[in-house]
C-alpha cells in the first residue's frame, strides 16, 4: 500500500467510501456515519482552504518578485484571462449544443411538461413577464381544465428557503454597476480579506502589486523580505505535501458523508438520480468531453512532445482531489504541486496563473449553465431563439468571472442566467437534488482547465520543462 502513487490511494479512498456509504445507508448506519465519518472530510476541506490563501499570496509574490522582467507580468496576465475566457465560451458553447440535440427535458411525460408551461405562464402573467416564445396556453380553449386545475394548485410555486436566499443573492449581483467586479478586486482591510476565501481576487491583487513593488526595488534592500517570503512560501508547500499523506483517508470520509447525507437507503439515492437521469447524463456526458477530449487535446496539439496520456497522469491527484472536494479553491494547494512538480510549468507562471484560474475559471459551472437552463426550458415547454441563447452564453461568461470557488457557487450564476432570459428563478429547485454530486465533476473540469491553461502559457513564455512533464509521475 505504502509503495503506491498517491493519485492510486486517492481513487481507492474514492471507492471505498461510496461503498461504504451505500452499506451504510443498507445497514441503516447513516447517523453514525454523518456524526463519526463525515466530520473528518470537514477537517479536511477546511486544512486545504486554510493552506491555500496563504500559499496563494506567499507564491504570486515569491514568483512575481523574481521576475527579471516586469513588463513580461501584462504580457503574462493577458494571455492567461484571454485563454480562460475562451475556454469558457467553447465550454457553455458545447454545452448547448448538446442540450439542444439530447433535448432532454422533453423526455418526460408530455402532459406534465404541458401544467409547468401553464405554471410558468401563471408566473409570467404574475410578474408582468411576456412569455418569450409568443404562445399561449392559457388562452387556448383545448386546455382550459389544465388551466383551472394547475391555477388553483397551491404547491405549484416553488418557495423555498434556500432559493429565496439565492435569488436575493443574485439580485444583489445584478444590482452592481458595470465596473463593481473591478471594485471588487481591490481590498479595503488586507487581513479581512485573506480571512475570508470568498475574496481570493481581492488577496491576488494585493500580492501582484506586492510583489511588482519589490521587483522595483533594488536587490539589497529588498533581499531580506525575499528570503522570509520564500521561507514561509516552502513551509506551507510542506504542508501541502504533510495533508496529501493522508488525502485518501480523508476522501473516503467525504464522499462517505456526501452520500450518507443524500437519502437514507440506496433505493432513495437511485430514486434522486432517476428522476433527473436525462439532465444528469447529457451534463455529466459534456463534463467527461471537456476532461477527458477537450483539454488534453489542446495540450498535446500546443505542447509537442507530451502525450495526452501524461497530461492526464501528472494532474490525475489534483482531479480526484477536486472530485473530493467540490471546491477549486480548496483543491487549489494541489493543484500548484501537480502542475509544478509533474507538468515542469516554472512557479513564476503556476503561482501566478493558477490562483487566477481558481477564482475566475469556471468552465464547468459555465456548462451548467447552458444546460440547465435550456433543460428547464424544455421541461416547460419554451422553445428558446437563437439570440436567447446567446445571451445564455454571454451572460454564464461574464457571471463565471465573479463566482466564488467554493461548492454550488453555480447556483446564483445560474438564477442570473435564468432571469436574463425571463425565466423563474425558482426553478433552480428543480436541479437541487443532484447539484452535489454534479458539482464534484464541475469543479474537476475546473482545475483540469486551470492545469490546462497554465501549461499553455508556460510553453508559451518558454517556462515549460518538457524533462519533468514526460516524467511526472513516474
Given at each position: 500500500?505504502?509503495?503506491?502513487?498517491?493519485?492510486?490511494?486517492?481513487?481507492?479512498?474514492?471507492?471505498?467510501?461510496?461503498?461504504?456509504?451505500?452499506?451504510?445507508?443498507?445497514?441503516?448506519?447513516?447517523?453514525?456515519?454523518?456524526?463519526?465519518?463525515?466530520?473528518?472530510?470537514?477537517?479536511?476541506?477546511?486544512?486545504?482552504?486554510?493552506?491555500?490563501?496563504?500559499?496563494?499570496?506567499?507564491?504570486?509574490?515569491?514568483?512575481?518578485?523574481?521576475?527579471?522582467?516586469?513588463?513580461?507580468?501584462?504580457?503574462?496576465?493577458?494571455?492567461?484571462?484571454?485563454?480562460?475566457?475562451?475556454?469558457?465560451?467553447?465550454?457553455?458553447?458545447?454545452?448547448?449544443?448538446?442540450?439542444?440535440?439530447?433535448?432532454?427535458?422533453?423526455?418526460i411525460d408530455d402532459d406534465q411538461r404541458v401544467k409547468n408551461r401553464i405554471s410558468y405562464e401563471l408566473w409570467a402573467d404574475e410578474n408582468g413577464i411576456e412569455e418569450k416564445d409568443g404562445i399561449s396556453f392559457l388562452t387556448d380553449p383545448k386546455y382550459a381544465v389544465i388551466v383551472r386545475e394547475v391555477a388553483n394548485d397551491s404547491t405549484r410555486v416553488i418557495s423555498n428557503a434556500n432559493v429565496e436566499g439565492h435569488i436575493s443573492n443574485a439580485n444583489n449581483a445584478k444590482e452592481a454597476g458595470p465596473l463593481q467586479f473591478i471594485v471588487e478586486m481591490v481590498p479595503e482591510n488586507i487581513i479581512l480579506s485573506i480571512s475570508n476565501n470568498r475574496l481570493m481576487l481581492q488577496v491576488i491583487f494585493f500580492a501582484i502589486f506586492f510583489g511588482l513593488t519589490i521587483a522595483l526595488i533594488p536587490n539589497e534592500k529588498s533581499k531580506a523580505v525575499v528570503d522570509f517570503i520564500n521561507s514561509i512560501n516552502e513551509i506551507?508547500?510542506?504542508?501541502?505535501?504533510?495533508?496529501?499523506?493522508?488525502?485518501?483517508?480523508?476522501?473516503?470520509?467525504?464522499?462517505?458523508?456526501?452520500?450518507?447525507?443524500?437519502?437514507?437507503?440506496?433505493?432513495?439515492?437511485?430514486?434522486?438520480?432517476?428522476?433527473?437521469?436525462?439532465?444528469?447524463?447529457?451534463?455529466?456526458?459534456?463534463?467527461?468531453?471537456?476532461?477527458?477530449?477537450?483539454?488534453?487535446?489542446?495540450?498535446?496539439?500546443?505542447?509537442?512532445?507530451?502525450?495526452?496520456?501524461?497530461?492526464?497522469?501528472?494532474?490525475?491527484?489534483?482531479?480526484?482531489?477536486?472530485?473530493?472536494?467540490?471546491?477549486?479553491?480548496?483543491?487549489?494547494?494541489?493543484?500548484?504541486?501537480?502542475?509544478?512538480?509533474?507538468?515542469?510549468?516554472?512557479?513564476?507562471?503556476?503561482?501566478?496563473?493558477?490562483?487566477?484560474?481558481?477564482?475566475?475559471?469556471?468552465?464547468?459551472?459555465?456548462?451548467?449553465?447552458?444546460?440547465?437552463?435550456?433543460?428547464?426550458?424544455?421541461?416547460?415547454?419554451?422553445?428558446?431563439?437563437?439570440?436567447?441563447?446567446?445571451?445564455?452564453?454571454?451572460?454564464?461568461?461574464?457571471?463565471?468571472?465573479?463566482?466564488?470557488?467554493?461548492?454550488?457557487?453555480?447556483?446564483?450564476?445560474?438564477?442570473?442566467?435564468?432571469?436574463?432570459?425571463?425565466?423563474?428563478?425558482?426553478?433552480?429547485?428543480?436541479?437541487?437534488?443532484?447539484?452535489?454530486?454534479?458539482?464534484?465533476?464541475?469543479?474537476?473540469?475546473?482545475?483540469?482547465?486551470?492545469?490546462?491553461?497554465?501549461?499553455?502559457?508556460?510553453?508559451?513564455?518558454?517556462?515549460?520543462?518538457?524533462?519533468?512533464?514526460?516524467?511526472?509521475?513516474?
Open positions: 500500500m505504502k509503495k503506491l502513487p498517491i493519485h492510486i490511494k486517492i481513487i481507492l479512498g474514492l471507492v471505498l467510501g461510496v461503498l461504504y456509504a451505500f452499506a451504510s445507508s443498507a445497514m441503516g448506519w447513516n447517523k453514525f456515519t454523518i456524526n463519526w465519518i463525515d466530520p473528518f472530510g470537514t477537517i479536511f476541506i477546511r486544512l486545504l482552504k486554510f493552506i491555500a490563501v496563504p500559499l496563494v499570496m506567499f507564491s504570486i509574490i515569491s514568483g512575481i518578485s523574481g521576475l527579471s522582467n516586469v513588463s513580461r507580468l501584462g504580457k503574462m496576465g493577458l494571455k492567461t484571462l484571454s485563454l480562460y475566457m475562451l475556454t469558457t465560451v467553447i465550454a457553455v458553447g458545447f454545452g448547448l449544443l448538446l442540450v439542444n440535440t439530447v433535448k432532454p427535458g422533453e423526455m506551507f508547500l510542506k504542508m501541502v505535501e504533510m495533508v496529501m499523506k493522508v488525502a485518501p483517508y480523508f476522501v473516503f470520509a467525504l464522499l462517505a458523508g456526501v452520500i450518507a447525507k443524500m437519502a437514507d437507503t440506496p433505493a432513495e439515492v437511485f430514486e434522486i438520480f432517476k428522476g433527473l437521469a436525462s439532465y444528469t447524463l447529457t451534463l455529466l456526458a459534456g463534463l467527461l468531453f471537456l476532461i477527458v477530449i477537450f483539454y488534453p487535446l489542446i495540450v498535446v496539439t500546443f505542447v509537442k512532445g507530451l502525450t495526452y496520456k501524461q497530461f492526464l497522469r501528472n494532474i490525475s491527484p489534483a482531479q480526484f482531489l477536486a472530485f473530493s472536494t467540490s471546491s477549486s479553491a480548496a483543491t487549489l494547494p494541489v493543484t500548484m504541486e501537480c502542475v509544478e512538480d509533474n507538468m515542469g510549468v516554472s512557479k513564476n507562471v503556476a503561482s501566478f496563473v493558477l490562483p487566477i484560474g481558481a477564482t475566475v475559471n469556471m468552465d464547468g459551472t459555465s456548462m451548467l449553465q447552458g444546460v440547465a437552463v435550456v433543460f428547464m426550458a424544455q421541461l416547460h415547454m419554451i422553445d428558446l431563439s437563437m439570440t436567447q441563447q446567446l445571451i445564455i452564453v454571454f451572460t454564464a461568461t461574464l457571471a463565471s468571472i465573479g463566482a466564488a470557488a467554493v461548492p454550488s457557487a453555480g447556483l446564483i450564476m445560474m438564477i442570473i442566467v435564468l432571469q436574463s432570459v425571463g425565466l423563474n428563478p425558482a426553478w433552480i429547485a428543480i436541479i437541487f437534488p443532484v447539484d452535489r454530486i454534479l458539482d464534484m465533476f464541475r469543479t474537476v473540469v475546473n482545475v483540469t482547465g486551470d492545469a490546462t491553461v497554465s501549461t499553455l502559457v508556460a510553453k508559451s513564455e518558454g517556462e515549460l520543462d518538457m524533462e519533468v512533464a514526460a516524467k511526472g509521475l513516474d
